[in-house]
C-alpha cells in the first residue's frame, strides 16, 4: 500500500506542538507515524506564518526562539506544499464560508492529497476528498483498511 499523503490543518499541529489537550496524544500519533513513515505529512506554505503566530501569542518576541526550534523539529518530518498566487486567487474567486479551509480544500486536490486531517468541526464536507479527525482518521484506517495504531499492552 502506497503511503497516505495527508495535509494537517493548523489546529492538529497546533494541538501537538503546544500539547493541547484532550486532543494531544490523536496528533501525536499522526506526528510520530509521519516521523517513521508511515503517512507523508504537509502543511501548506501559508500556514507557518499562523502557526507562529499562534504559537507566539500575537508575536510576542519573548516567544519567537522557542517556536522556531519546535517549527524545525516539525520540518525533519513534516513536507510543506507551497501556496502560489493563482491558489490564492483561486481561493478568492470562490465562494467558500471559511475561505482558509477553501484554500486547505484546493492545495489538497493540488498534491493529490489522500486525506486532510483538521480538527475543525466546521470543516466543509465535500465528495472530492476525504476529510478526518486525528481520531477518525485512526478509526477509519483500521475499518477500512485494516490497520490497527492501538497502543500494545506490555
Known amino acids: 500500500?502506497?503511503?497516505?499523503?495527508l495535509l494537517v490543518d493548523t489546529n492538529v499541529v497546533i494541538d501537538f506542538l503546544?500539547?493541547?489537550?484532550?486532543f494531544?496524544?490523536?496528533?501525536?500519533?499522526?506526528?510520530?507515524?509521519?516521523?517513521?513513515?508511515?503517512?507523508?505529512?504537509?502543511?501548506?506554505?501559508?500556514?507557518?506564518?499562523?502557526?507562529?503566530?499562534?504559537?507566539?501569542?500575537?508575536?510576542?518576541?519573548?516567544?519567537?526562539?522557542?517556536?522556531?526550534?519546535?517549527?524545525?523539529?516539525?520540518?525533519?518530518f513534516v513536507n510543506v506544499f507551497a501556496v502560489t498566487d493563482a491558489d490564492i486567487?483561486?481561493?478568492?474567486?470562490a465562494s467558500w464560508s471559511d475561505p482558509e479551509d477553501g484554500l486547505?480544500?484546493?492545495?489538497?486536490?493540488?498534491?493529490?492529497?489522500?486525506?486532510?486531517i483538521t480538527r475543525d468541526a466546521d470543516f466543509p464536507e465535500t465528495d472530492l476528498i476525504r476529510v478526518h479527525d486525528c481520531a477518525?482518521?485512526?478509526e477509519w484506517l483500521k475499518d477500512e483498511k485494516g490497520l490497527s495504531y492501538d497502543e500494545i499492552p506490555y
Open 1 to 5: 500500500m502506497a503511503l497516505q499523503k
Open 18 to 22: 503546544l500539547h493541547r489537550d484532550p
Open 24 to 76: 494531544y496524544e490523536k496528533a501525536r500519533l499522526l506526528m510520530l507515524c509521519g516521523r517513521v513513515g508511515e503517512f507523508n505529512l504537509w502543511i501548506a506554505s501559508s500556514q507557518v506564518t499562523d502557526i507562529i503566530y499562534i504559537m507566539t501569542d500575537g508575536g510576542k518576541k519573548s516567544k519567537v526562539p522557542e517556536t522556531l526550534e519546535k517549527l524545525r523539529a516539525l520540518r525533519t
Open 89 to 93: 486567487d483561486k481561493m478568492l474567486a
Open 104 to 116: 486547505l480544500i484546493n492545495l489538497a486536490l493540488k498534491m493529490r492529497a489522500d486525506a486532510i
Open 136 to 138: 477518525n482518521f485512526f
